[in-house]
């Protein structure tokens, strides 16, 4: 089945712990995406990769990394979270031409206390 | 700079009533614009998009959309609508004009609730 994972679907932490976000897909996607989704706010892109080793910043990078090693991984790496980043998380994927619409993973609800 | 507004939180509606939720966008190239559902607890669902051509396009579950250039619109539309049309939808743009064409924006979402 074509579908783009996520791991942790939820995820409770502490403020200052490191934390990664998973995120994989089956369908040989190029272009892969994070987006965090927050009440009034809508879907704001973190950042976005075109392919393995290329990557670039969405809207809302602050505070995030992220990195392409594999054409099917693209983990979401929060070094030192902080309260304002608790949010939903949500990964896409979708071959390389913009004219094609994007496939979400399930989403991760991430609270930093 | 690219933007998408969804002027209406909420948009409710007597079921079998035809349905409008509402979206207008800012490029500065050609637009490819997108509707996107998403219901409780899941991940976002692709509806339809407009690329080029036909200004009336026509997607999943019965829904369509008018790309309206002028107006700078891209309302979703729905001739009757169901109970099970209710959830969070939202509009995403595009730039297909420019190196900003991988950058993704997306509306601040439109909640539809369908009254029995």
């Known amino acids: 089945e074509a579908q783009v994972t996520q791991n942790p679907r939820y995820l409770i932490t502490v403020t200052g712990k490191k934390l990664t976000v998973t995120c994989s897909q089956n369908?040989?996607?190029?272009?892969m995406s994070w987006y965090r989704q927050d009440p009034g706010l809508g879907l704001r892109q973190i950042y976005y990769?075109?392919?393995?080793?290329?990557?670039d910043k969405g809207d809302v990078p602050e505070g995030y990394k992220v990195s392409r090693k594999e054409k099917r991984n693209f983990p979401l790496i929060l070094e030192s979270p902080s309260p304002n980043q608790t949010s939903l998380y949500f990964c896409?994927?979708?071959?390389?031409?913009?004219?094609?619409?994007?496939?979400f993973g399930p989403g991760t609800r991430l609270t930093v206390t | 700079a690219q933007s998408v507004a969804q002027p209406e939180d909420q948009v409710n509606v007597a079921e079998g009533n035809p349905l409008t939720v509402k979206c207008t966008y800012s490029?500065?190239?050609?637009?490819?614009l997108f509707w996107y559902v998403q219901y409780p607890n899941r991940g976002l669902q692709f509806l339809l998009k407009?690329?080029?051509?036909?200004?009336l396009v026509k997607g999943s579950y019965g829904f369509e959309a008018e790309f309206n250039k002028s107006q700078t619109s891209f309302h979703l539309k729905k001739p009757s609508a169901l109970v099970s049309d209710s959830a969070l939808y939202f509009c995403?743009?595009?730039?297909?004009?420019?190196?900003?064409?991988?950058?993704?924006?997306f509306g601040t979402g439109t909640r539809l609730k369908v009254l029995a």
């Open positions: 369908m040989n996607h190029e272009y």
């Open positions: 490029v500065s190239g050609n637009p490819y």
């Open positions: 995403a743009v595009r730039d297909g004009g420019s190196r900003r064409t991988y950058k993704y924006i």
């Open positions: 896409a994927s979708s071959p390389g031409t913009p004219r094609v619409e994007q496939y």
């Open positions: 990769s075109m392919n393995v080793e290329v990557t």
């Open positions: 407009y690329i080029t051509g036909d200004n």
